[in-house]
């Protein structure tokens, strides 16, 4: 589609005029939005990847003794681990669908492209990107709150380290601090019945020294952003996409099709 009503205007209008509306044709908001899907997708997905098989090092070397206590949560990982080779290849494809429409849409309001008018079909196709970007950023919301908790619980963890290094250093007394302990039972991690389960004192402050803890802390961090990115740019697919979708509506009311 060429940005002009006739394209032998183009050598009357110049290049300067043309590259003025196909500039306006550009449909910024959109282009912002898929930009910010990739690149929080790209830290959700891989970051959460490398972060999975971190956690199950992890617990497998410190708080899991027998393969049955983590057996269950080894499944999980992997599995989750296709899930999010999914989620890349689906969010790739969707972004590119959303950014041309917004291209028709923007278009089609603006009435950019001279006998280019929306049609029914392309109002009712707009009310479909709009419905599943509503669908999916309500989906999201819920990956998002999922994705803090191994955040939460390094968190936690961090910070019990820490007490523990404070009463090592003002009290002499080993058990102290011995009673201080993290427990990943608590947190869904291993079954009720795992041993140890828990990590207690000093063990639990080595623990915390580990560069298996911090990369794997750091790793989930930059996944939780990039769930946070990936909901932001779904937001902000929804604002232009719903309002384009409600000018084309209004004018094929208007009887401009």
Not at 175 to 181: P, S, T
């Amino acid at each position: 589609m060429f940005p002009v009503r006739q394209p032998w205007l183009c050598k009357a209008l110049g290049c300067y005029d043309c590259c003025i509306r196909c500039i306006g044709a550009v449909p910024y908001p959109s282009l912002v939005a898929t930009l910010l899907c990739y690149a929080g997708m790209a830290l959700f997905c891989g970051c959460g990847h490398e972060a999975l098989t971190q956690t199950e090092v992890l617990v497998e070397t410190y708080f899991a003794r027998n393969v049955q206590d983590h057996e269950v949560m080894d499944s999980f990982i992997k599995y989750f681990q296709y899930v999010i080779y999914g989620l890349a290849s689906f969010f790739f494809l969707y972004g590119i669908l959303l950014l041309a429409e917004g291209f028709y849409t923007t278009s089609a309001v603006k009435q950019t492209f001279g006998e280019f008018r929306s049609t029914q079909c392309g109002r009712c196709l707009s009310l479909t990107f709009v419905i599943v970007t509503y669908v999916l950023a309500f989906i999201w919301l819920g990956v998002f709150a999922f994705t803090a908790i191994p955040v939460f619980f390094l968190f936690n963890m961090e910070q019990t380290c820490h007490n523990i290094n404070i009463l090592a250093e003002t009290t002499p007394s080993i058990n102290q601090h011995a009673w201080i302990c993290m427990d990943a039972r608590q947190y869904g991690l291993l079954p009720w019945n795992a041993m140890p389960g828990k990590a207690c004192g000093m063990t639990l402050a080595s623990i915390c020294k580990t560069s298996e803890f911090y990369v794997t802390y750091d790793l989930f961090i930059a996944a939780f952003a990039g769930a946070g990115i990936t909901l932001l740019a779904l937001i902000l697919y929804l604002v232009p996409t719903t309002y384009n979708y409600a000018v084309l509506r209004f004018l094929g009311r208007k009887g401009v099709r």
